[in-house]
């Protein structure tokens, strides 16, 4: 099974997390200070926000996939449409630990494709200086966290 992932970025995560609360009629499977994640059944999605500086409005867009197998293919069906990807394996990225790939579409929209793997305890780049030093980063690489 895959999951729609839509990431945005928010002016105000307490109003933003209140308004998204009451519109989906669930509280965040996942908040911090700074960011907030449901995981919704009904529709079935990924549904981010974070406040971390990026400009306001819709961060990327992308697939994830449940089981590591599942991701050469959302992989190669991403590289085929847009003719190239970046792949970034083991990053930390958005309080999680994720292998992942991302493309563009025509307009410029970034599409990321992603099997989480993990939790972690902080964003991302955090992360990655304090558990490996020099490791892939999505926030540095593709620039996901804003």
Known sequence: MSRLHVHLHVRDIVESVRFYSTLFGAAPTKREADYAKWMLD???VNFAISARGGE????HLGIQVEEAGDLNAATARAQAAAGSVLIEDGVHCCYA???KSWANDPQGVRWE???TTGD????GADATAAANEGAASCCAASNCCG
């Open 42 to 44: 009904d529709p079935l």
């Open 97 to 99: 630990v994720s292998d």
């Open 56 to 59: 306001v409005g819709l961060g």
């Open 113 to 115: 494709t992603f099997h």
């Open 120 to 123: 972690l305890t902080v964003y």
